[in-house]
């Protein structure tokens, strides 16, 4: 109790739902909770990364539930662990003191397999720890690769403000050791002349038009950027830039064909086309429904 009243962001982060309940994020407890959608029944899931026993999670950011496309494993929520949490109210911004406080040795990304029988401990694996200040994440529209951005915000020199990053990993599954790996992804990164606002939470939409060129609908410095997700685009990768008054944080595709955006005190939604209004929704869960797509419209989005 003592600690949370120290803390500067407290509360729950991001929220994934699966199934018949909602994993939370809890970014202020350190913490991943379950909420059992129907009862309203919450409980701890997971609080710590079992290598290092007894301690606990810098402060759980952003999820994205992981389906093997080609079935050979169960479930996994896949979550960022920046240190967020860890900054107090005796100096209120992010700076490198902040990695010092952190009991895992480093901010990370993490898989949590899901379909576990309950009575052991769910199994947690370290997913990717090469970035600074991982914060969201999404999956490809085929399952295949995982999306990763980095919020830059000064805590050092190779992390000043203005600057986005997002990064991508072939993920795949070993059968050996019954878990799921990372492979080495390449950085893209965008220099903005705007210090508010990062690289925070975003989504992969899909391009009706080149399917196989995914597109980063994301909050950046000074606003909402759409960016070009191709594993080879590493330098200028942003293809528009919308100016919000406020620093955005993160977004969601509804099925009513908007685009929310959460930002400081506000909260903001956009229209999609008419005609894609439906299919930006559906196309988030169907690779062929966006390969249908290209065949029978030519347009950009």
């Not at 769910?122 to 994440?137: A, D, Q, S, Y």
């Amino acid at each position: 109790e003592e600690y949370t009243r120290q803390q500067v962001e407290p509360g729950p982060n991001g929220l994934v739902l699966y199934e018949d309940e909602m994993l939370i994020l809890q970014h202020g407890g350190r913490s991943v909770s379950r909420l059992d959608m129907g009862f309203g029944l919450m409980i701890n899931y997971v609080s710590g990364f079992p290598d290092r026993l007894g301690c606990k999670f810098n402060s759980p950011n952003d999820g994205v539930v992981y389906r093997d496309p080609e079935n050979n494993t169960g479930d996994y929520l896949l979550f960022t662990d920046p240190p967020y949490g860890l900054i107090n109210l005796s100096h209120p911004v992010d700076h490198a003191d902040v990695d010092a406080r952190s009991e895992t040795n480093g901010s990370y990304v993490y898989a949590v397999k899901l379909d576990h029988d309950g009575v052991e401990e769910p199994k947690v694996t370290r997913l990717v720890g090469e970035t600074m200040r991982p914060n969201g994440i999404d999956m490809s529209i085929d399952g295949r690769y995982m999306f990763l951005s980095e919020c830059c915000q000064g805590h050092n020199a190779s992390c000043g403000r203005g600057f986005a990053r997002w990064h991508s990993y072939h993920i795949n599954y070993n059968h050996t050791e019954d878990k799921i790996i990372a492979g080495n992804g390449p950085m893209t990164e965008q220099r903005f002349d705007y210090t508010t606002g990062c690289a925070d939470g975003f989504k992969v939409v899909p391009n009706f038009r080149f399917p196989e060129a995914p597109l980063l609908l994301a909050t950046c410095p000074g606003g909402l950027c759409l960016v070009d997700g191709r594993r080879h685009k590493v330098t200028e990768p942003l293809l528009s830039h919308l100016l919000l008054p406020k620093k955005a944080s993160n977004v969601a595709v509804s099925r009513d064909g908007y685009l929310y955006i959460t930002g400081e005190k506000a909260l903001w939604r956009l229209r999609f086309k008419k005609k894609y209004r439906k299919l930006m929704y559906e196309g988030r869960y169907s690779y062929t429904k966006v390969q249908q797509t290209h065949a029978s419209q030519k347009d950009d989005l």
